[in-house]
């Protein structure tokens, strides 16, 4: 796993959107697939952005992308709230000069956002914010070393590790690394978001 740095910018985002098209909360708020691919486009190239200046940009490369994670370090998230702001104005502005992205998707998508940051622990502790494989590359372990990265720096730090998922095929990985789910998040009848925690393991 290795940087990945504002240059791939494009590239990366591009794999992000692939990675969520069946992402059970994107699909429910963007049935369509042109309005889904221009909004998550829009999400995620802005996680980018913000992830860049706090080095939380990691990717698998061989030589081309492979994966992409966005791994805060304790102190890293949240942003602060004016950071953020700017940042999503941008991308909002330039989805809904698309034509496709909806105020009303963006409305609701910024309500889940103030959700799930209710659910962020106060105590200092890594985000794992994005981890996503491209999916012709699915099944060739990329997710889970990610993820062997990640819990080996929690693990060096003796800190926790949380992140979010909608989707019960992560969540099993992520179990199977010792997250735990410790809230559950529907706003306006959407699939459930689990935000899950994983206690740092002892290095002996």
């Known amino acids: 796993m290795t940087p990945l740095t504002r240059s791939q910018t494009r590239e990366a985002t591009a794999l992000l959107v692939a990675a969520f098209d069946e992402d059970p909360y994107f699909n ?3 049935p369509e697939k042109a309005e889904r691919e221009v909004f998550v486009g829009a999400v995620m190239g802005t996680n980018l952005v913000l992830g860049y200046p706090r080095e939380a940009t990691y990717a698998v490369q061989a030589p081309e992308l492979r994966g992409v994670c966005i791994w805060f370090a304790p102190g890293g998230y949240p942003i602060p709230f004016a950071e953020q702001a700017r940042a999503r104005a941008v991308a909002i502005g330039r989805a809904l000069a698309a034509g496709h992205a909806k105020p009303a998707t963006i409305a609701r998508a910024m309500r889940m956002g103030e959700l799930l ?9 890594f985000y794992l914010q994005v981890l996503a494989v491209d999916p012709r590359h699915h099944g060739r372990g990329i997710g889970s070393s990610m993820l062997e990265v990640c819990c080996a720096q929690a ?8 992140l979010e998922t909608s989707k019960e095929m992560n969540a099993r990985l992520y179990r199977r690394f010792g997250f735990q789910t410790i809230r559950t998040t529907v706003a306006e009848g959407s699939p459930a978001i689990w935000t899950m925690r994983r206690d740092p393991r002892s290095l002996s």
């Open 28 to 30: 429910f708020l963007t």
């Open 155 to 162: 693990d060096a730090a003796r800190l926790p590790a949380v």
């Open 117 to 125: 940051d209710e659910a962020h622990p106060d105590e200092p502790c």
